[in-house]
């Protein structure tokens, strides 16, 4: 009996079930995987919902009438018309380097970068222009489009809103109509603003396919990983090449300034990005967090002005913004109507913390840069929690964050071309995965665009990284000579030279680089020697053949050498002693010195003796061989042409080199009155010392280095490095280095 009922009632049970999931009671969720949403969940920031199939039945939906009538407008629209509006935000949603990129275009040539040719009566922005110039002038170009791995655009992309006076009208049309977009493959379209009022989506209003996108303020909703990059949104006045130097000019102990935390800027009264603007009067105490707003902007702001505007407004008047940034600790960077901020790169130069507050922003260059290490991260509805998290950071921490921000400011941030190439330079190692750089080399000095993982993806074949793996670089050198006269006397100062060069404990073999119009002398005309000597013919004969990565230096060291140098073997040692404690610096001998000439507007060159200098010429100079590597491969062939032309300034244009990348002023050591030989003939292309024409050159050459690095990277020093006892008052015999006492 008990197991009759135990059947009836679930029997009514299920009868009840199948009766109310007819009629609508119930609905059952279809958990369908929306093709529009990120692979990755967790970075997205979000979870696919149930999407709930529909009867029609006795309940109502829970939906206003507002959306009914929505939903019926959109019922109303065609297919067709769906996709033009939908056709911004992206096509390929789900696109990845592995489905949407054709790697086969980069087999053959490597990593080359295609411009499209500008349009005839195309207008183009300043900023577009830039953009296009720094790739232009880079290593990756090529105007050879079948030679081209990735293209970019000649039609500016850069604002997408419809409002602008920079907004490029008819862009699908005259996009699709490309003969090389199939379909945007291997193209990288470049974007600051997108959506306008009152949502500012990130639709670009066109179809862009499979094409990659560098875009500021993109969402994590959007942002495709692995595929896109994201790019700092900055004004149409940053600059093209070099930029300024962040301004932290000295670490102070303890790391605090006047302020705590500052913010000063618009506060919109509606629409998106109102939220948290409005909401930081709840945290401003006019005394360490100055959060200052003003709704006083736009053409009819008083229309909308609430009760707290004029206040706002007097208050924000009162303080100066530059004077606020450069005396803040932390700095507040809310989002605007779009996510990304002006203030983000403004707090990095001020050195002063950015403390984020944009929620689901894809911050610039995340893929490869780790922004705990220079950023606090926020929330956006924590608002009131902010003051007491800054305040709890330690002075350690704060001090790290501060220096890691100039760090990244001048590494990636402070011009046009450095963000551009950053961007080029982390597509080239999705391309060239076996050599892409690590986390280290992109987040420690002097970054990754100084650190090629062609040359190496060892860490410790680079100068930089010594001290971070507690490694020393290889304890010998390198010599290599430079010939440019006939071997005709075993009395020339070349023969003097390789006997004291190869007589030092230090050096594992000298190469002597033949770049003379002579025939090489046969090889019972060199001397004998304890160390190998290798020579080897220049290519073309040109100067510059001496930065040559040559396979055979096999130390970390380069010892480079004009042929006229007068050295002793106990300055080399002593030379060498002092780099292996600078081995990411020029360490030797002659020194030079580069000044501001005010009257001509221009920068001068002056071999005078002074108080300080900037150069160490490589006349007799010790450095690390990576500098062979990127003198060849980073500077442009323009610099290279023209130095091999005069016949002058590769040793100026190396030391701009070196010093660009370590931010730092070569060691200059010991000092003695000569170091050339002056019985060299006048007619030899070796006594250009002598040309009246050579210093003129060098000026030239100075205003045209300065000119592509943007910048002028050379720094000053007043330090020479003597050995311990020199010209002391002891006894000779105590002293290590005595012979460069008698010199």
Known sequence: MQAKKRYLILFSTGACIILLFCFGGIQVPLYERDPSRRDDLSLAGSHPGPRWLRFPGFLQPFSSREEDESEDHNALISPRQKRDTNSGVYAGKRCRMESCFDFSLCERNGFKVYVYPQQKGEKMSESYQNILSSI???????????????????????????????????????????????????????????????????????????????????????????????????????????????????????????????????????????????????????????????????????KHKDARCDKDNAEYDKYDYREMLYNSTFCLVPRGRRLGSFRFLEALQAACVPVMLSNGWELPFSEIINWNTAAVIGDERLLLQIPSTVRSIHQDKILSLRQQTQFLWEAYFNSVEKIVLTTLEIIQDRVLQHTSRS??????????????????????????????????????????????????????????????????????????????????????????????????????????SRFLPYDTIPTDAVLSLDEDTVLSTTEVDFAFTVWQSFPDRIVGYPARSHFWDSNKERWGYTSKWTNDYSMVLTGASIYHKYYHYLYTTYLPASLKTMVDQMSNCEDILMNFLVSSVSKLPPIKVTQKKQYKETMMGQSSRASRWADPDHFAQRQTCMNKFTSWFGT????????????????????????????????
């Open 136 to 302: 232009e002038g880079s290593r990756f170009y090529t105007h050879d489009p079948a030679q081209a791995c990735l293209f970019v655009l000649g039609l500016d992309t850069l604002d997408r809103d419809q409002l602008s006076p920079q907004y490029v009208h008819n862009l699908k049309a005259k996009i699709q109509g490309l003969p090389l977009w199939n379909g945007g493959k291997n193209h990288i379209i470049f974007n600051l603003y997108s959506g306008t009022w009152p949502d500012y989506t990130e639709d670009l209003g066109f179809d862009i396919g499979f094409a990659m996108l560098a875009k500021a303020s993109i969402s994590t909703e959007n942002f495709r990983p692995n595929f896109d990059v994201s790019i700092p949104l900055f004004s149409k006045d940053h600059p093209r090449t070099g930029g300024e130097r962040g301004y932290l000019k000295h670490n102070s102990i303890p790391p605090y300034r006047k302020y705590m935390l500052v913010f000063k800027g618009k506060r919109y009264l509606t629409g998106i990005g109102s939220d948290t603007r409005n909401a930081l009067y709840h945290v401003h105490n006019s005394e360490d967090v100055v959060l200052l707003t003003t709704c006083k902007h736009g053409k009819d702001w008083q």
């Open 439 to 544: 986390s280290l080399m992109w987040n420690s000095l002097p970054g990754g665009l100084f650190t090629l993982p062609q040359y190496s993806t060892y860490l410790g074949d680079f100068p930089f990284y010594y001290a971070k793996l507690g490694i020393k670089p290889y304890p010998k050198f390198t010599a290599i000579v430079h010939v440019v006269t006939p071997l005709v006397s075993q009395s020339q100062p070349v023969i003097k030279l390789l006997v004291a060069v190869a007589k030092s404990q230090y050096c594992a073999q000298v190469i002597v680089l033949w770049n003379c119009d002579k025939p090489l002398p046969a090889k019972h005309r060199w001397p004998a020697t304890s160390v190998p000597v290798i020579v080897i013919e220049g290519e073309n004969k040109v100067i510059s």
């Open 712 to 743: 002028m990277p050379l720094v000053h020093s007043q330090m020479r490095l003597d050995p311990v006892l020199f010209k002391d008052q002891v006894s000779i015999l105590r002293k290590k280095y005595r012979d460069i006492e008698r010199l």
